[in-house]
């Protein structure tokens, strides 16, 4: 099977250098891979050009419409029977595709998705945000996992489908703020094989500063809202655990006023909390630094995802709301 990788890129030469160097590692070698240049400033089309003797590569620059569109501009271009997204701030192991096809044939898939890992590389803020995005503090632990709220649904960081899933969803209709799991939806809709592949993982970046990663919580926040509208119905109770986490803090500030000795339990109970997250962050990456950094990063997905619910609930901006036209 010849599989096609669509790599939208905005502003990351560096790292668009590093995913590349991955890839000529590939113990597969039946692909290609088209870089969308999405509206950089800072371009990596001489990281392309350096590995056209490595790589059946392909350089696709075009503005920057939304990384959801940008990856259908690069769709467009694509040869392969299968496409296969993938961020631009990721290490890609060698034994990655062999992974993904071993997977596809044998679980008989349509779409795939696959998880993402942390990497000894990684900065500790970095390896913060990895165990605030996997530890079972924080998110049940069911991130990249089989075990999810409801359906498997593969996000745009590492996923594929064949063509005929694009052919008949058209893609990405969304340029951002949930595009992945609109997509994901409508390709459970239609009666397609989706599945996880656990061994194809990749080890993904993300965030590099504490700044960022709030950024990010509270568009995925958003993002729930969004789809909310897209499929009424879709918005789980699950979804509205941080805002129990903002209710709690505000119930025990109130008592630690009101009723001390209620707020004192209250307290201490948050307390129990951030010290099991410090103590598991510090044993997972052999770090304190890390341990101390996990009490901010998970904290931030509790405050950062609840911010987004409720800003964008309220938000009447059309912007999102409406898919484009496909």
């Excluded at 992974?99 to 898939?109: A, K, N, R, S, Y």
């Excluded at 008949?168 to 703020?177: F, H, K, L, V, W």
């Excluded at 997250?277 to 405050?303: M, Q």
Aim: hydrophobic share 40%; aromatic share 14%.
């Amino acid at each position: 099977m010849f599989y096609s990788l669509i790599i939208p890129v905005y502003n990351r030469p560096d790292d668009m250098r590093e995913v590349l160097e991955g890839l000529t590692k590939q113990t597969y070698a039946n692909f290609e891979v088209i870089v969308v240049e999405s509206g950089s400033t800072v371009k990596s089309d001489q990281v392309v050009a350096d590995f056209n003797n490595q790589l059946d590569i392909h350089y696709a620059p075009t503005g920057n419409h939304g990384q959801g569109f940008s990856r259908n501009y690069g769709m467009d271009q694509a040869k392969g029977d299968f496409l296969i997204i993938l961020d631009s701030d990721i290490i890609v192991p060698s034994d990655y595709l062999q992974h993904v096809h071993d997977g596809i044939q044998q679980q008989q898939l349509d779409a795939f998705g696959g998880p993402d890992r942390g990497h000894s590389s990684f900065t500790p803020v970095q390896k913060a945000v990895d165990f605030a995005l996997t530890s079972f503090l924080t998110t049940a632990g069911t991130r990249g996992r089989k075990k999810q709220v409801g359906a498997y649904h593969p996000r745009s960081f590492n996923m594929g489908f064949s063509r005929e899933v694009y052919e008949a969803t058209g893609g990405y209709r969304i340029p951002n703020c949930g595009e992945d799991i609109d997509l994901s939806i409508r390709i459970h809709q239609q009666g397609f094989n989706v599945g996880l592949i656990p061994e194809a993982y990749i080890y993904h970046k993300r965030k590099r500063t504490l700044a960022g990663f709030w950024q990010q919580m509270v568009w995925f926040g958003k993002s729930r809202i969004n789809l909310a509208r897209l499929f009424p119905g879709s918005l789980k109770l699950i979804y509205f655990l941080p805002l129990a986490f903002y209710a709690y803090l505000l119930l025990t500030l109130v008592l630690l006023f009101a009723f001390p000795s209620f707020g004192k339990w209250l307290a201490f109970l948050l307390g129990t909390y951030i010290l099991a997250v410090c103590v598991e962050g510090s044993i997972r990456y052999r770090s304190v630094r890390v341990g101390v950094l996990s009490i901010f990063t998970a904290l931030t997905v509790f405050l950062g995802y609840g911010y987004g619910l409720i800003k964008f609930y309220f938000q009447q901006s059309a912007a999102y709301t409406q898919p484009a036209q496909v």
